[in-house]
Nanobody
Framework: QLQLVESGGGLVQPGGSLRLSCAAS????????IGWFRQAPGKEREGVSC????????KYADSVKGRFTISRDNAKNTVYLQMNSLKPEDTAIYYC??????????????????WGQGTQVTVSS
């Protein structure tokens, strides 16, 4: 059974940092592009960052460029999202998704075939 599990969310003050993890089970992430998405209450889902199968192509939303960094460790079957200089507007549920065939551009725009259950990130003083 293919499964993605996010972890690392929580409550952090503005300017703080969090690192989210997306761990895969039941399949090997090497063959999948991975994306991080977020959805805040009353807002549409947003593609935050996506990374290609080998990590050579990366895309970030303009709203997180220079603050967030996506990376993958295929040996650990895990993808990370390092989030620095967090702002209240980063508050959302963060999801990871995987897709075997989508390009990074398409994935960040439309999502992936497989999704995790999400992890809450709250930025507040």
């Amino acid at each position: 059974q293919l499964q993605l599990v996010e972890s690392g969310g929580g409550l952090v003050q503005p300017g703080g940092s969090l690192r989210l993890s997306c761990a895969a089970s039941g399949f090997t992430l090497d063959y999948y592009a991975i994306g991080w998405f977020r959805q805040a209450p009353g807002k549409e889902r947003e593609g935050v960052s996506c990374i290609s199968k080998r990590g050579g192509i990366i895309k970030y939303a303009d709203s997180v460029k220079g603050r967030f960094t996506i990376s993958r460790d295929n040996a650990k079957n895990t993808v990370y999202l390092q989030m620095n200089s967090l702002k209240p507007e980063d508050t959302a549920i963060y999801y990871c998704a995987a897709d075997q065939w989508a390009t990074v551009q398409v994935m960040c725009a439309r999502g992936g075939a497989y999704w995790g259950q999400g992890t809450q990130v709250t930025v507040s003083s």
